[in-house]
């Protein structure tokens, strides 16, 4: 059973910066893609940043790219989430997410194994 737990939320301001964290258990976190959602309050669950199992290909929404990263570091079971230039509308629940090692999606039904969350709050 895979196992995944974010962290690295907080309060920030406007234009700060902030590295959530996704710590999966399990020895095949190295062949599944890895993606990271968030949700606000009344809002659906909106898609943040896909990444490839090896790492060589990422996919982002028009609303994070240029701000965020997706990296992942498979000898640590962590991929991680680089958010800069923060803003007010950012302000979510932040979740990683597993999928199979196939295409990259943005679809969250293509995910079979989520974390907790992590809370981000970008204030102005």
């Known amino acids: 059973q895979v196992q995944l737990v974010e962290s690295g939320g907080g309060l920030v301001q406007a234009g700060d910066s902030l590295r959530l964290s996704c710590a999966a258990s399990?020895?095949?976190?190295?062949?599944?893609?890895m993606g990271w959602f968030r949700q606000a309050p009344g809002k659906e669950r909106e898609f943040v940043a896909a990444?490839?199992?090896?790492?060589?290909?990422?996919d982002y929404p028009d609303s994070v790219k240029g701000r965020f990263t997706i990296s992942r570091d498979n000898a640590k079971n962590t991929v991680y989430l680089q958010m800069k230039s923060l803003k007010p509308e950012d302000t979510a629940v932040y979740y990683c997410?597993?999928?199979?090692?196939?295409?990259?999606?943005?679809?969250?039904?293509?995910?079979?194994?989520w974390g907790q969350g992590t809370q981000v709050t970008v204030s102005s």
């Open positions: 990444i490839s199992w090896s790492g060589a290909n990422t």
């Open positions: 997410a597993r999928n199979r090692p196939t295409i990259l999606t943005r679809r969250p039904g293509d995910y079979d194994y």
């Open positions: 399990g020895r095949t976190f190295s062949i599944t893609n």
